[in-house]
């Protein structure tokens, strides 16, 4: 079984900071895919991913990282 990738965020980040960090890294993930224009995994495909994998925007964590992603 994988790790849920929000194990992490309980050790005491907070919520502001993980909004913060969660921004950043959605901003470059976008920059970085639009950028570099590959074929298949484009943005959109990356971001439609992460949005339909149920591991990644499950909890009140996950719900932040899925409002961030639908923003962009």
């Known amino acids: ?11 005491g980040i907070g919520l502001t900071t993980l909004e ?7 901003d470059d993930l976008k920059g970085f ?7 298949e995994a484009t943005w959109e495909a990356v971001r439609t991913t992460m949005l339909n994998d149920s591991s990644v925007v499950h909890g009140s964590r996950g719900e932040i990282l899925k409002r961030k992603l639908m923003e962009n």
């Open 20 to 26: 913060k960090f969660i921004e950043f890294f959605v």
């Open 1 to 11: 079984q994988n790790v849920s990738p929000w194990d992490i965020t309980n050790s």
């Open 33 to 39: 895919f639009t950028q570099n224009k590959f074929e």
